[in-house]
C-alpha cells in the first residue's frame, strides 16, 4: 500500500497513546473510606487526562495523575481542579524501582497511560517537498522522540517494566495498560518511526509487546493491557464498541476510536479482577442513542476461545 505523507503523520498521531513519567505525594488525598486509590502514570497525555477526569468524577475511585514536569502538574490541577496531592511530579525514565514504588503507597490499581512521544522533524518535509517538485521519489517524513531520554526502549519497556516491578514491591493488586493494536506485525509502518540507520531508536510495537509479555508472566498481580485503533480526539454522537484479539480489527476499513471511549474502557477494567488482553475500536450506529454502548464488553468476556496469543 502506497502511503502519503499525511497518511504517515495520522498513522502516528492516532496509534500512540502519549506522555510517560512521574514525585512521591506528601500524603494520600482525602477520599471515601470505600473508594480505590487509583494511580494513573501518563496523566499528562491526552488519554491519560481522559481516564483522570474520569476517575475524579467516580466516587468509587480516588486518581493520582502522574506528569513529567511542574508545567503539566498546574494545567492538569487546573483544569480538573486538583490539589497538589493528586497530580504529582516525576520521570519513569530516571527514577528507579524504590522510588516509584514509594509514589504507589497504598494504592489500589495503576494505570499506566505512559508512551514514547514522536515529533516530526520539519526538515524532513523540505526535504520531501523539494523531492516532490523535481519528480524524485518523496519518501517517508523523519521522526524524533519528544525527550532524549524519551525512545522506545528506555519508555515503553524499561520504563513499563519498572512500574511495573514497584507495583508488585507497593502491593497493588491490579495493573491496567493502555497499549497500542499492530503488536502482531514485525513491519508495521510504527516500527519505522524514530529508527536511525543502526536500527537503533524504533520499533515501538515491539517494545510495548516485549513489556506486555512480561506483565502477563507476573503471578502476583492481575492485569488488564487495553490495544486501542486509531486514536481520535472528537466522538461521533452514537457508537458502539468492537472487541477482538491478535490484530484482527486491522482487518476493517474503519478502526479508530474515540479517545474518550477508550479511557471509559480501562476505568471499567478496573472493576474487573480477571487477566484480559484485547483489541478494540468503535462503530459508528446510524440513527441510534447518542453515547457509547460497551455492551460488546460483556459479551467478549464471555467468548473463552477469544484469547490473545503472545
Given at each position: 500500500m502506497k502511503l502519503t505523507l499525511n497518511t504517515c503523520v495520522l498513522l502516528i498521531i492516532v496509534s500512540l497513546c502519549d506522555g510517560f513519567s512521574f514525585r512521591q505525594p506528601s500524603a494520600r488525598p482525602s477520599s471515601p473510606l470505600s473508594a480505590q486509590r487509583i494511580v494513573v502514570t501518563g496523566a499528562g497525555g491526552k488519554t491519560?487526562?481522559?481516564?483522570?477526569?474520569?476517575?475524579?468524577?467516580?466516587?468509587?475511585?480516588?486518581?493520582?495523575?502522574?506528569?513529567?514536569?511542574?508545567?503539566?502538574?498546574?494545567?492538569?490541577?487546573?483544569?480538573?481542579?486538583?490539589?497538589?496531592?493528586?497530580?504529582?511530579?516525576?520521570?519513569?525514565?530516571?527514577?528507579?524501582?524504590?522510588?516509584?514504588?514509594?509514589?504507589?503507597t497504598d494504592a489500589d490499581a495503576l494505570v499506566v497511560a505512559t508512551s514514547a512521544v514522536?515529533?516530526?522533524?520539519?526538515?524532513?518535509?523540505?526535504?520531501?517537498?523539494?523531492?516532490?517538485?523535481?519528480?524524485?521519489?518523496?519518501?517517508?517524513?523523519e521522526f524524533k522522540w519528544s525527550a532524549p531520554d524519551g525512545f522506545p526502549e528506555n519508555v515503553d519497556y524499561k520504563g513499563q517494566l519498572k512500574q511495573f516491578d514497584a507495583a508488585v514491591s507497593a502491593g497493588v493488586k491490579r495493573i491496567v495498560v493502555c497499549s497500542s493494536m499492530g503488536g502482531t506485525q514485525e513491519?508495521?509502518?510504527?516500527?519505522?518511526?524514530?529508527?536511525?540507520?543502526?536500527?537503533?531508536?524504533?520499533?515501538?510495537?515491539?517494545?510495548?509487546?516485549?513489556?506486555?509479555?512480561?506483565?502477563?508472566?507476573?503471578?502476583?498481580?492481575?492485569?488488564?493491557?487495553?490495544?486501542?485503533?486509531?486514536?481520535?480526539?472528537?466522538?461521533v454522537p452514537s457508537r458502539k464498541l468492537v472487541v477482538d484479539v491478535n490484530d484482527a480489527l486491522l482487518a476493517r476499513k474503519k478502526r479508530q476510536i474515540y479517545r474518550g471511549d477508550v479511557a471509559a474502557v480501562m476505568v471499567d477494567q478496573l472493576r474487573k479482577t480477571e487477566n484480559?488482553?484485547?483489541?478494540?475500536?468503535?462503530?459508528?450506529?446510524?440513527?441510534?442513542?447518542?453515547?457509547?454502548d460497551m455492551a460488546a464488553m460483556e459479551l467478549?468476556?464471555?467468548q473463552a476461545e477469544k484469547q490473545y496469543v503472545y
Open positions: 491519560g487526562q481522559l481516564v483522570f477526569e474520569q476517575l475524579q468524577a467516580d466516587s468509587d475511585f480516588t486518581p493520582v495523575g502522574v506528569v513529567r514536569s511542574e508545567k503539566k502538574a498546574k494545567l492538569l490541577r487546573a483544569k480538573f481542579n486538583a490539589n497538589e496531592d493528586q497530580v504529582i511530579i516525576g520521570d519513569i525514565c530516571s527514577s528507579d524501582e524504590k522510588e516509584i514504588a514509594g509514589w504507589m514522536p515529533v516530526l522533524k520539519k526538515r524532513s518535509l523540505v526535504k520531501m517537498l523539494a523531492k516532490k517538485l523535481t519528480f524524485q521519489n518523496v519518501g517517508k517524513p513491519d508495521n509502518f510504527l516500527n519505522s518511526i524514530g529508527k536511525q540507520e543502526d536500527g537503533s531508536g524504533g520499533d515501538i510495537l515491539k517494545w510495548k509487546r516485549k513489556a506486555e509479555q512480561y506483565l502477563v508472566g507476573l503471578k502476583s498481580v492481575s492485569h488488564s493491557i487495553v490495544h486501542p485503533g486509531g486514536l481520535t480526539n472528537k466522538p484480559a488482553v484485547f483489541d478494540i475500536v468503535s462503530e459508528e450506529v446510524e440513527g441510534g442513542e447518542e453515547g457509547f467478549f468476556e464471555k
